[in-house]
């Protein structure tokens, strides 16, 4: 994780384990983050199953800053 830092990536996650105790609580923010509209995320590049090499070698050279999708279809 430490490497991650030098160049200026993380790793980040949310653990709402403890929101199961309160189902209402675990509503409320659902709802609070429904109502901010936000919008869908759009993947930045899309590759066909075929071309999972190329999605690989593009993901290595960490130069994109969205998602990236394989599609199987």
């Excluded at 709802?31 to 593009?58: K, R």
Aim: proline letters at 7%; zero cysteines; aromatic letters at 8%.
């Amino acid at each position: 994780p430490g490497e991650l830092l030098k160049h200026n990536r993380a790793v980040m996650g949310f653990n709402l384990i403890h929101l199961l105790d309160d189902i209402s609580v675990l509503k409320e923010y659902a709802f609070d983050l429904l109502d901010l509209n936000l919008p869908a995320e759009t993947p930045e590049h899309i590759y066909p199953f075929h071309e999972l090499p190329q999605a690989i070698t593009f993901l290595q050279k960490g130069n994109n800053r969205g998602k990236v999708v394989v599609e199987v279809k």
